[in-house]
């Protein structure tokens, strides 16, 4: 009777897919019944007394029909109630009506005792299930007793009623007996594929972590190598401290990048006020970028960096996004400095409907196709893997004594869509 759902689940909804079960076939027994005598009334055979058989139902019909839209133990409660003066009136008018029936062993006599007894046993566990389907039965073998005793009649009790009840017993006493067994596989199966959930958020954040350590690490050496010889820049020390203390906080954290605080995702450099790229104007989100910020440390370090095209499009970028383009970036100009031997570089951006793209260029030694091997982790993890993370892509034209270009494409919503698009 397994639905494969997790244990936690499987309870409530095959508490529930029984409880439908048994409404539905006890609103089945009352419409039987209601047939059989709307049939012998149309015919003419009980005449008035047939249709008083049949008004006698309906009040027990209607809250039939609000229990099958859906269970309250008020109205649970409230059906057995009406349900067993119903029984009793109709049985006495069916007995009335039929000089012929000497006791109460008749099928159409068990159909409203059935339907009390289906119904009442929808509760939401094995117990009170069966506490609801025997009170529902005694309350309809009660009522049964009293119309027979009041039409004079012999009280025989009818197989089908009984059978009934001891077969929505036995349905509701095996789901309770089977429900641990069915639980342990299915809980060890909801525990595996949670386990391995965890694995893959993990290694994600491993991957992620050690980006930011490598790009971050390797930029604050080589902005060391680059001063001269006594003590660091205020500057540079307040920015190697900033960065330390982020990277001790993600490491601590071992989070994803979307799940950091706000104040936490721009560990890899200072903000740097406005630069060579003019004042603080129309270009909104461009000056609190992770783009930005990468540009102004490569400048710290003595990279000439020439920024051209629209700088507004990175505002189209959701957060993470912009974070990997800004860390991305970082670590080519980077590269730029360590292995390129030039001085300058160029960061172009550009949009073109649901995607940006932004191009790092410089003109030096570059090197040999195939050159981005299991060594280079730079380009290899702090780009490619960081881009790929949030659905872009990198594309890489480099060869020796020309210099190298970086084309990374990320998706992003329409124009029309983007909110923060300027």
Known sequence: MSLGLPSHLSRSANARAIATAARWAGLVCLGAAVF???????????????????????????????LARGRTTGLTVAYLLVGAVCTYFYTVALLAANPSYRDTQLFVVALPVVAMTLVGGTGAGTLAGILWATLGFALAEAAVVLAAQTSGRTFVPEAASLGAYLLLVGVLAYDGLTRGVRARPQSALHRAVRDARLVDLRREAIADLAADTHDTVLSDLLAVAATQEGPLPDRLRQRIDTDLHGLGALAAAEVLPEERAPGAESTSGPTSPAGADGPHTADGPWYDSELHRAIEAARDEGLAVDVSGDRRVIGRLDAAAQRAVGLAVRQCLVN????????????????????VSVMVVDAGRGFPSGGTGADRLGLRQSVDDRIARVGGSVTIYSSEDVGTTVIMIVPCPPPERAGGAA
């Open 36 to 66: 059989n005598i709307a049939v012998a009334a149309l015919r003419g055979g009980g005449g008035a007394s047939s249709w008083i058989t049949l008004l006698t139902l309906v009040p027990m019909v209607a809250l039939l029909a609000l």
């Open 336 to 355: 730029v400095l360590r292995h390129s031997g030039s001085a300058t570089a160029e960061v172009a951006l550009s949009a073109d409907g649901d995607a």
